[in-house]
């Protein structure tokens, strides 16, 4: 069974910069879609970015794009979200996801959740 285990969320004052990690427990690596998705409270869970890991094809919510980058590293078997000029409307908890087949997810397709890392963002 595969496992996601997210790293490197904390607090950050706005226009700050975050970098998450994604570690994957399987050698499949190379044969999927992984990426992010967040949850602020009351709202629901949306997806923020997402690569494909054969093509190394990267995909962004309009929300962050010119501001986050997801990067993968095959040797380590680990997605990165690199977030700069932070915001508030940011802050949420950020969960990994992987899903078999083509980038982006949806949230019906995810087959692996990670536990979440929560991002705070303060203005």
């Known amino acids: 069974q595969e496992q996601l285990v997210e790293s490197g969320g904390g607090s950050v004052p706005a226009g700050g910069s975050l970098r998450l990690s994604c570690a994957t427990s399987t050698y499949r690596y190379s044969t999927k879609c992984l990426g992010w998705f967040r949850q602020a409270p009351g709202k629901e869970r949306e997806w923020v970015a997402d690569?494909?890991?054969?093509?190394?094809?990267?995909y962004y919510a309009d929300s962050v794009k010119g501001r986050f980058t997801i990067s993968q590293d095959n040797a380590k078997n680990t997605v990165y979200l690199q977030m700069h000029n932070l915001k508030s409307e940011d802050t949420a908890m950020y969960f990994c996801?992987?899903?078999?087949?083509?980038?982006?997810?949806?949230?019906?397709?995810?087959?692996?959740w990670g536990q979440g890392t929560q991002v705070t963002v303060s203005s």
């Open positions: 690569i494909y890991t054969s093509t190394n094809t990267t």
């Open positions: 996801a992987s899903a078999i087949g083509s980038c982006p997810m949806a949230l019906w397709n995810v087959g692996i």
